[in-house]
């Protein structure tokens, strides 16, 4: 049983966020999420600054109790901080843990402002290796299995819908395995850094080539003495 004490993480009426409880372990891992001492004459507490905004003071409590709750403390953290807990109309318990979280991917979809932001949540889902898609055609393979293992008539018609299930789903995975990267396409091609900016220029620039030199019979014949208009010509005259 822990003997850690229970350290307390709410928001007041007043809008402020304070936590109470624990022990100096408990106020260094609250100082390092970001609180700050409170005193008075005859206590103190810890509290988040006031200027935070209210989202950004839901997660820095939410990392606190996470660091806490880490190292063996009892965290009691007000359910309108915590942004790890999902919830829907159909289950405001959060009991559907997978299904919140594919939720919390479309709402990381709803929220990206790029294509390619939106292809990496989309590789969640279609990864081939590794993607919710795959592993959903592994969960109704294993689905099958547990009904044929019944060993009755029940059992294997349950079995066969659940065996067309999975592969529905892997046909559905091959025929998407290409969705993520035509979401990248869609958007603007990335910008190249300098220094391909600078293979690339000398990798189609020409080449420079060095004029040949002159030679003897490249350069224009002196006129000759005796020919009538030359300047020697005129003054001999």
Avoid: C
Wanted: proline share 7%.
């Amino acid at each position: 049983m822990s003997t850690t004490p229970d350290v307390v993480i709410t928001r007041e009426p007043t809008g402020n966020v304070i936590s109470e409880g624990g022990d100096e372990l408990a106020t260094t891992l609250l100082k390092r999420a970001g609180f700050v001492i409170e005193t008075t004459p005859r206590s103190f507490w810890y509290r988040l600054p006031w200027d935070m905004g209210e989202e950004r003071e839901n997660q820095t409590a939410s990392r606190a109790a996470q660091m806490l709750t880490a190292v063996g403390y009892h965290v009691d953290l007000d359910p309108g901080l915590d942004v790890t807990h999902v919830s829907t109309p159909t289950d405001p318990a959060g009991d559907r843990v997978i299904g919140h979280s594919v939720l919390t991917l479309v709402d990381q979809l709803n929220g990206t402002t790029t294509y390619g932001a939106a292809a990496d949540v989309v590789d969640e889902i279609l990864d081939p290796d590794d993607g919710v898609l795959v592993r959903l055609g592994d969960f109704f393979e294993a689905a099958a299995a547990q009904a044929n293992a019944a060993d009755k008539h029940g059992g294997w018609d349950l079995s066969y819908v659940l065996e067309d299930a999975a592969a529905t789903v892997r046909e559905l995975s091959k025929d998407l395995h290409s969705a993520s990267d035509r979401m990248r396409d869609l958007g603007p091609p990335s910008k190249r850094s300098w220094q391909e900016g600078v293979a690339g220029y000398y990798a189609t620039a020409p080449s420079r080539r060095t004029a040949p030199a002159a030679t003897a019979s490249d350069e224009p014949a002196a006129p000759s003495p005796s020919t009538p208009d030359s300047p020697t010509h005129r003054r001999n005259r």
